[in-house]
């Protein structure tokens, strides 16, 4: 069973940091692609940020310059980095692992989200 646990959300003022972070556990061989989305009141899932097992990053219009996506050496924890934040960024901020691959199975995962709440 793999699971992704999120971290770091909170209530932060405009143009403050956060540092998200997901750590994946189970009986994992590799994970493709870790990435992170976000959900506001309202809005449906959007995409924010990627980082391949190589080190490819990718990242939503919107936040480019202002956040980084980051993994650990192991390729099993992912970091969000968000500096100057903005009303908008407003969100619950889900964590996802892509082609997770175990001994029996190859599937995506999800954790369970972290809310991030900027107040002006």
């Known amino acids: 069973q793999v699971q992704l646990v999120e971290s770091g959300g909170g209530l932060v003022q405009v143009g403050g940091s956060l540092r998200l972070s997901c750590a994946a556990s189970g009986s994992i061989l590799f994970i493709d692609t870790m990435g992170w989305y976000r959900q506001a009141p309202g809005k449906q899932r959007e995409f924010v940020a990627c980082i391949t097992s190589i080190g490819k990053t990718n990242y939503t219009d919107s936040v480019k310059g202002r956040f980084t996506i980051s993994r650990d050496y192991a390729g099993n924890t992912v970091y969000l980095r968000m500096s100057s934040l903005k009303p908008e960024d407003t969100a619950v901020y889900y964590c996802?692992?892509?082609?997770?691959?175990?001994?029996?199975?190859?599937?995506?995962?999800w954790g369970q989200g972290t809310q991030v709440t900027v107040s002006s």
């Open positions: 996802n692992a892509n082609r997770v691959a175990t001994m029996s199975s190859l599937d995506d995962y």
